[in-house]
């Protein structure tokens, strides 16, 4: 094995030994024993694995940077192991070229070129740091540490730690290909419009859903509070919600139309409030309410201050056409999106992800309703745009959702013109597993199963077979065809963002 290496390699030969004799000459103390442990800790990527499993406790960036680098770990480790110990067969350092005080105990017997440990140190640090530098940083002194160890203990040679870390770090920059690195998500932008001021809610008329998920009796006397002046209409259950937001938007006197409940309610409400130029004041209230979230009145102090200062955006709507029933006299459906559709198995996931949410928490929720829903769901035939798939899921955001390759949460810009349109395909082979393997690595933007597009209109066709269509959160039944189009800035909203 030695004669081998030194046939072709004898300069490299004499730079190591030349380099371990300076590591000799160190005189020996309780740093010896700490790079021992150190190295000890890394045996099988123990110390790595440790490492993430802190990182995991927080979700985010830092869990999903412990997964990338241990994936860049795995790779950097079997690449070392199973290739080039085999292709590159070399002696380890002798006692007699290092103190015997100095030696790990036992010595390991496999190929000294390339060191797996530094390759595996080199691999989880840089990994780490491509999602979250700051953390690589800091994980940087103690990849060094683990690869110098392996000199300070006789088990490499310089060399062999050079080039291992230099695999490591290349493995790590291999798996942004399969593991992109998470774009930034852009700064919030917002068109300013102009809006009356409201000061006490005088000229405001809200209306407010009691079937919404967080509705008590104290959500109307808490609205009275802080809008003395207004005109709050509460729809009690058993009445039309359509028809009592119509009311309430042409209320004698209104300036600015309020609106207090989930997605569907605030949709509705935004139909309403185009139609009239009237300025929409989403109120916090509701089981979802994603566009409060987004327009920055996510709570009632934040509605209550754009509100009175008149503080206004414009926002872009998508407008839906579904057709149901029998293809002859269809019943055609319009509505307006302000948010998210959906068309597969999508709704069955988030239904299924609360149902679970109050006993595992969210994360934990969505993985296991993500599992059973794909487990025992079934792809759809659709034709989009005139081309036909089978899919998984068909999604269309209005405005662009970030992140990009994971569960869309946040659109900090709300008129950018365009519908934010993915599609989740079956027609790749072991589609099911990509997809589940996708989600959990949040790797979605990057899969062979995911085709991302913006587009300003799309058209779905169901091929005469009724497919469930999620528009805000309403689901409508026995849909053959549905048509979305972006209508640009036509909705002005209250936000403190401007």
């Not at 509460?234 to 937001?245: A, F, M, N, R, S």
């Not at 829903?373 to 899921?393: E, K, N, S, Y």
């Not at 994971?406 to 013109?417: F, K, S």
Request: charged share 15%; aromatic share 8%; net charge positive.
């Amino acid at each position: 094995m030695q004669s081998k290496w030194r046939g072709s390699h004898r300069w490299i030969d004499r730079l190591d030994k030349y380099l371990v004799q300076h590591v000799s000459s160190l005189p020996g103390g309780n740093h010896d024993d700490f790079f021992r442990r150190l190295s000890a800790s890394a045996n099988h990527g123990k110390l790595w694995i440790a490492v993430a499993a802190g990182m995991a406790a927080f979700p985010g960036k830092a869990r999903r940077a412990a997964v990338h680098g241990l994936i860049a770990q795995a790779v950097a480790s079997a690449v070392t192991n199973g290739v080039f110990k085999t292709l590159l067969p070399r002696a380890r350092p002798l006692p007699e070229h290092l103190p015997v005080f100095r030696f790990v105990h036992p010595q390991p017997t496999s190929s000294s070129m390339p060191s797996g440990h530094s390759a595996s140190a080199v691999a989880f640090a840089v990994g780490v740091g491509l999602v979250r530098p700051a953390i690589g940083a800091a994980l940087a002194p103690v990849a060094a540490g683990v690869a110098y160890s392996r000199v300070h203990t006789g088990a490499h040679w310089p060399s062999d730690v050079l080039f291992g870390s230099a695999l490591g770090a290349g493995a790590a920059l291999v798996t942004r290909h399969w593991w992109p690195v998470r774009p930034p998500i852009p700064v919030t932008r917002r068109t300013a419009a102009s809006a009356p001021g409201l000061p006490g809610g005088e000229g405001l008329s809200i209306v407010v859903n009691t079937l919404g998920g967080s509705f008590t009796e104290e959500t109307a006397s808490a609205l009275r509070d802080v809008f003395p002046k207004a005109y709050i209409n509460t729809v009690d259950p058993g009445e039309d919600l359509k028809q009592q937001i119509t009311e309430t938007a042409e209320h004698p006197g209104t300036k600015g139309l309020g609106v207090w409940g989930g997605d569907g309610t605030v949709g509705a409400a935004a139909a309403a409030a185009v139609e009239r130029s009237l300025p929409l004041l989403v109120l916090p209230g509701g089981t979802l309410n994603h566009f409060a979230r987004d327009a920055g009145t996510g709570s009632l102090e934040e509605a209550v201050a754009a509100a009175t200062n008149g503080a206004a955006a414009k926002a872009d709507i998508g407008f839906v056409t579904a057709e149901r029933g029998l293809a002859g006299s269809p019943e055609v459906s319009e509505l307006i999106m302000l948010n998210t559709s959906s068309i597969g198995l999508y709704p069955n996931l988030v239904r299924r992800r609360e149902h679970l949410q109050p006993a595992l928490g969210k994360p934990l929720a969505g993985v296991v309703a993500m599992f059973r829903t794909f487990a025992a769901g079934t792809p759809i035939t659709l034709t989009v745009d005139g081309v036909r798939r089978r899919v998984w899921i068909a999604y269309v955001g209005r405005g662009r959702y970030y992140p990009r390759d994971h569960a869309p949460l946040l659109r900090p810009v709300l008129d950018d013109g365009v519908l934010d349109f993915r599609i989740f395909s079956a027609d790749e082979s072991f589609a099911r597993l990509r997809l589940l393997w996708a989600v959990l690595t949040g790797t979605v933007a990057s899969s062979s199963i995911t085709h991302l597009r913006e587009v300003t209109e799309v058209s779905i066709d169901a091929g005469g077979s009724p497919m469930a269509l999620a528009v805000d959160g309403e689901a409508l039944a026995g849909v053959r065809k549905v048509h979305y189009r972006v209508v640009p800035r036509a909705l002005v909203y209250y936000t403190p963002l401007g």
